[in-house]
Structure formats: C-alpha cells, structure tokens
C-alpha cells in the first residue's frame, strides 16, 4: 500500500509539473503576445470573458491567468470592471483538462505519454528548430501530463484503493446533509494545497475512469461516487480562489478587488448551485452523453462554471461597485513615492508577464519625462516668478519620482532577467533597463536646465527678447525628438532604418543649432554684454544639447 501511495504522488507530480510545463511552454513561445492580449482584449464584459477563457484554454491554468490579472489590476492596466469578465472566462476555460481526460479514457492515455514526450524532447533539442523550444517544451509537458493522469487511473484502479473509497464514500453517505459538507471540504483543501482546480478535476475525473471499467464497482456504488465526485468538484472552485489572495497580497486595493471578485463569484455560484443540487445534477444527467460517470463530471464542471457566469455576467458594474464598498481606497500616501513590488506569484505562474508588467511601468517613467519638457517649454515661453513656484517645483517632483522608478525598475527588471524568459523577453527586459537610464538622464537634464531658469529669474537676470526667440525653437527641436522616441518607448518598438534616419536629422539640427546659438553669444560676451546672463544662456543651451544626445541615443538603443 505504501507503494502505492508513493505512486499516486508521483503521478500527480508528473500532473502538476506536465502542467507547468505546458504553461510556461506556451507562454515562452508566445512571447507576451499572450499578457498583451489579456491587457488590450478586454474592451467590454463579454470580449474580456473570451479572453479570460481562451488564454486559460491556451495556458491551461486559471490560476495562472488569474495571477496576471491581478498584477495587471495592480499596475493600472486594466479597472476592476474590466477584470471581471476575464475571471469569468478563466473559470470555463479551466474546465478544458477534465474534458481532456474524460476524452482520454476511451483509450489507455498512458500509451500515447512517452511518444508525445520523445517527440517534445527530440524537437528540443535541435539546434535548428531552438527558436520553438516554447514549443517543444509544451509539447513535452503535454506527454507528462498524459503519464501523470495515466498513473492516476492506475493508481485508482488497483483493488484496495478502490475498495478504500467506495467504502469511504458509503460511509459519508450516511452522515446526509453532513456528507456534502465533508465532500465539498475535502475538493477546497486538496484544491488549495495544490493550487490547481484543473488537477483536481483530473484526480475526481481519474478515479471515475478506474471505478467505471466494467466490474470495478456496481450501478449503486457508481451513483454515490457521482454524487460525491460532483460535490469535490464544486468545493474545487473555492479551493481555486487561493492564487488569487496569494497574489493579491501586498497589493493596492484595485487588485485586492479583483481577487475578492474572484473569491466572491466562486462562493456564491457553489452556494447557488448547493441549494438547487438536485435539479442540478438531474440536469447534467439529462445533457450528459450515455450514463458515463467520467462524462457526467467532466459535464459537471463545464456547465457550473457556465451558470455561475450566466448567472453573474449582467451584473459586473454592480459587483466591481459591490467590492469597492467592501475593499475601502488605499490611504493616500505621498503623490511622489513610487512603488514596484515584485510578484512572486507572477513569477512562478507567467515570468513571461513580470516582464509585460515593467513595459507598462516603462510607460510611466515616459510619461513623467514627457511632463517635465512640458512644464519646461512653459518656463521658457513665460520666464516669471510663476514657473519658480509653481512649474520648478513640480519638475524637482517629477525627476525625484523618476530617481525612485530608475531604482526599482532596474532592480525589478535585474529580477526579471533571471526568469525561465523566451530570448525576445529578455531582449526586452535588457532593453528596458538601457532605456530608462536614458530617461533617467532626461530627467536629471530638465532638472538643471529649470534649476538655471530659476536661478535666473530669481537674480531677475535680463536676456534680449530675441535670445529667448532663438531658444524657444531650439528647445522645441529636442522636444520633437523626445516625443518621437517617447512614442516608441511607451511600446518598447523597435525603429526601422527610416524611423532611425528621422531621429539623427533631428539630433544633427540640434547639434547645428547650438553652434549657432553659442557663436552668437560669444560675440554678445565679446561686444561687452552681460557676463553672467550670457554664461547662463550659453550653459542653457549644452544642457538643451544633452539631453538631445540622450534621446538619440534612446533610439540607438530601440534601432
């Protein structure tokens, strides 16, 4: 018997690591094609609802989709509202490995497992096809999920164990209405310890496989394993919720949200489904093809989740409202601190969307530097005692924000670099790190030249109005090349060669300008005018310069 035990254990490893396997391979081959579409698909309730399940189809994890979203709710990409739907979705899209183990047991499945893993592994390992590895390595999962579920249903067939649980369950059977609370028990915690709804479906579904060959157990054994399989099953969507919380933890309050939408939806639809139970399961019976137990609850899982979600889906506005009542604002902290946790949850489930995530924080630090040229162009154009109280000081908040965000996002991004990542995620993650160094220095550029300005207006320090007229257009030339790389940032998009030659006329006007610029206030300096306004304007104009070096060699960077 030990020997056994220590065979279903395997087993489920095999399962659980198949799984894995099959996730993260399809995750890699994809790229972050996969997170984009989970982040940008999610327009309405109904296209975040197909979204939710056909990327849980793909993945096969709702607690890995479920882990993105909420990371995602956390970063700002996507509202709770949005984020509904998409929980929804992945709790159909779950319900596809019951099918396919139910489909599987017409046939021994453990038969096909080391085929379909050799194939996996002999694609691997050619160098030709390494740009597939995500590929292979999903196809290989796929062969160790068929070898796990194969052990299972072994494992369930042999005469004590399945002499054990019939007889567990005519025993609980007895107890009535308890029985239900024991079975629905028994589907949370295994769920939770596992963190896997799909592998719990897989055990009840491999135990039915076992128990359904012919003289394996009886008509009336079979009905109360029914019974009690349906109930782990539903007690298996609570269980499923723990990702969720887990990745929740930490987090701002949206996210916490969304993984309370995920909590709440599961629980009120096994609540709903318990006080209709046999109605329920009169009606599964009734759609259910032949009296295949295996069937009924593969059947089972797909058509609860389905009327927990008709069930909900009109009322999403209501719910995201219900939760935000339920879940008070974050307290306000300082609108300056900036703060990037890294999702350890994410990392495990989809390393490939930690990397998605800095993309959008990316996004942010562009932004801020956007805001801060903004804010400078207006100190130039009015040169006034508003811009040291009002615009200085929101410059010296922006670039102390993007300080803050230069830190962690290279600490996160370092991090990120040691992932199990496809080649172009970790070209990415490099990429972003040489980026936000550039911007960094953008910033700190801003920063000076509104320091300057400052200093300027504060001594009251006179410039011929035809200094600043000459000034405002060279500024609008570095401004122009900041945009045009800041558009491509924001979608860490590559510049093709007429992208690139656009971006190096625009440096070199610059470069041509500032020797125009500095040529004419030295024969000012030499003609006798004012020593330290034109030393000023002169410094002005080489940080104008820099910071124009620093945009062109962003798009060197993104070439």
């Known amino acids: 018997m030990i020997l056994n035990i220590i065979n279903f254990a395997g087993s489920l ?129 796929f062969g160790l999920l068929f070898f796990g579920l194969g052990g299972l249903s072994d494992f369930f067939a042999v005469p004590q164990v399945k002499g054990f649980v019939i007889n567990f369950i005519g025993v609980v059977n007895n107890f009535g209405f308890i029985s239900y ?51 782990m099953i539903i007690g298996s969507s609570v269980g499923s919720t723990v990702d969720a919380i887990l990745a929740a933890i930490g987090a701002n309050a949206n996210a916490k949200r969304t993984a309370a939408v995920h909590v709440l939806f599961n629980v009120a639809t096994v609540i709903i489904v318990l006080i209709f139970f046999r109605p329920f399961m009169a009606f599964v019976e009734l759609i259910s093809p032949g009296h295949n137990i295996v069937y009924r609850i593969a059947m089972l899982n797909t058509v609860f989740k389905v009327i ?69 162009q207006a100190g130039l154009s009015n040169f006034n005692s508003d811009f040291v109280t009002g615009g200085y000081e929101r410059i010296v908040l922006h670039e102390d924000y993007c300080d803050q965000m230069n830190e962690q996002l290279t600490q996160y991004l370092v991090r990120c670099t040691h992932l199990h990542l496809s080649d172009s995620a970790k070209d990415n993650a490099a990429l972003m790190m040489q980026l936000i160094a550039e911007m960094e220095a953008m910033a700190d550029g801003c920063l000076n030249i509104a320091y300057q300005l400052k200093k300027a207006i504060e001594k009251e320090m006179t410039f011929n109005q035809e200094d600043f007229d000459r000034l405002l257009p060279y500024f609008e030339l570095a401004r122009q ?71 062109f060699d962003a798009a060197g960077d993104l070439r």
């Open 481 to 551: 090349l900041m945009y045009f790389i800041y558009k491509n940032v924001a979608r860490i998009q590559r510049l093709t060669p007429e992208q690139f030659q656009f971006a190096s006329e625009l440096e070199q006007q610059i470069d041509d300008e500032r020797k125009a610029l500095k040529k004419i206030a030295r024969k000012r300096l030499e003609s006798g005018s004012d020593v330290r306004s034109e030393l000023l304007y002169m410094d002005i104009i080489r940080q104008i310069e820099k910071i124009g070096d620093r945009c």
């Open 13 to 141: 490893c095999f399962l659980l690591y198949g799984m894995k396997l099959m996730s993260d391979g399809i995750q890699k081959s994809a790229g972050q094609k996969l997170q984009a579409a989970l982040a940008f698909m999610t327009g309405n309730r109904f296209v975040g609802l197909l979204t939710g399940c056909i990327l849980t189809m793909i993945i096969q994890s709702s607690g890995a989709t479920t882990v993105m979203l909420v990371s995602f709710v956390n970063a700002g990409l996507l509202s709770v509202v949005q984020g509904v739907g998409v929980i929804f979705g992945a709790n159909i899209g779950t319900t596809v490995t019951g099918w396919i183990v139910a489909l599987g047991s017409s046939f021994e499945i453990k038969d096909y497992a080391i085929p379909i893993f050799g194939l996996g592994y002999i694609l691997y390992i050619l160098k030709r096809f390494k740009s597939k590895e995500g590929l292979w390595l999903a196809i290989m999962g």
């Open 308 to 376: 927990g979600t008709v069930i909900f889906i009109p009322f999403v506005n209501q719910i995201a409202a219900f939760v935000s009542i339920l879940i008070k604002d974050d307290k306000e902290d300082e609108a300056n601190i900036y703060k990037l946790e890294f999702n350890e949850r994410m990392a495990i489930d989809s390393p490939e969307g930690c990397v998605f995530r800095a993309q959008n924080e990316v996004r942010v630090f562009s932004d801020r530097v956007a805001q801060m040229f903004d804010e400078l």
């Open 181 to 231: 609370a024991i079975g629905l028990l028994i589907g949370i915690f295994l769920t939770a310890l596992i963190h896997s709804s799909s592998a719990m479906s897989a055990i009840v579904i491999g135990m039915a496989v076992a128990m359904s060959k012919e003289g394996n157990a009886s008509i009336e054994e079979l009905n109360e394993f029914w019974r009690f399989g349906a109930i």
